[in-house]
């Protein structure tokens, strides 16, 4: 379960996440950062946003708090521990530590260069697509234009992440290997006449057998 999000090279979790980690209602912790607002205030400017929610008899909005890893920290400390309380904490701690490590990495030349040369690979994958949508509408697919999500899915799935984005330079290599034997297996599959299905079924085969050889570790 991803209990930190990073944006603008932020990193933080929420008052939502934290409450489903501790297996605390949710109106508890709000209630303890309310309390401790000031002493919370001192690590950085405490945001929130009211989140839609609904109900059997409507709609109603919940106040989200958006907390960073100071802060967080701070909040889980005055909760008494036990077992579940204990996990979620050194949870919570290893993928703060795991997002600022992938942040200073994303800022690297390595990080920068390996997206960039991934780019013409997904470009060459999105091109082979646009043919295979043409091949499949031919042979009477009605969802043909769902492709394009289903192949990157796969691709993501086989390497581990959710997005380049947020992938690291390793994970960003493996994506670009992922993809190129896609695109391949697809240009294939139509010189050969293959049912749409079965190039789908073939390009997942070739990328479980590259998990098993590359020993990729899928979260």
């Known amino acids: 379960m991803e209990l930190v999000t990073v944006k603008n090279n932020q990193i933080f979790t929420d008052s939502?996440?934290?409450?489903?980690?501790?297996?605390?209602?949710?109106?508890?912790?709000?209630?303890?950062?309310?309390?401790?607002e000031n002493d919370i205030s001192e690590f950085?400017?405490?945001?929130?946003?009211?989140?839609?929610?609904?109900?059997?008899?409507?709609?109603?909005?919940?106040?989200?708090?958006?907390l960073n890893?100071?802060?967080?920290?701070?909040?889980?400390t005055l909760m008494r521990n036990n077992k579940t309380v204990v996990a979620f904490k050194k949870e919570l701690v290893r993928q703060f530590y795991l997002m600022r490590q992938f942040i200073f990495?994303?800022?690297s030349k390595n990080w920068i260069q390996t997206r960039e040369q991934g780019k013409f690979t997904r470009k060459a994958e999105t091109d082979v697509l646009k043919s295979l949508v043409e091949y499949a509408k031919l042979q009477g697919s009605e969802h043909s234009d769902?492709?394009?999500?289903?192949?990157?899915?796969?691709?993501?799935?086989i390497c581990g992440v959710s997005g380049?984005?947020?992938?690291?330079?390793?994970?960003?290599?493996?994506?670009?290997?992922?993809?190129?034997?896609?695109?391949?297996c697809i240009q294939a599959g139509i010189d050969e006449n293959k049912h749409y299905k079965d190039i789908y079924k073939d390009c997942?085969?070739?990328?479980?057998?590259?998990?098993?050889i590359a020993y990729l570790e899928v979260a």
């Open 16 to 36: 939502k996440i934290i409450s489903d980690g501790v297996g605390i209602k949710h109106h508890s912790i709000q209630q303890l950062i309310a309390k401790y």
């Open 44 to 66: 950085g400017q405490l945001a929130f946003e009211m989140r839609p929610v609904k109900y059997s008899r409507g709609t109603n909005f919940e106040k989200i708090y958006f």
């Open 69 to 76: 890893e100071e802060q967080a920290t701070f909040i889980i």
């Open 105 to 107: 990495e994303r800022q």
């Open 146 to 157: 769902k492709m394009y999500i289903t192949y990157t899915k796969l691709a993501n799935k």
């Open 164 to 184: 380049r984005d947020n992938a690291t330079a390793q994970q960003l290599s493996n994506l670009t290997v992922a993809e190129n034997i896609i695109l391949h």
């Open 204 to 212: 997942k085969k070739r990328l479980e057998m590259f998990k098993d």
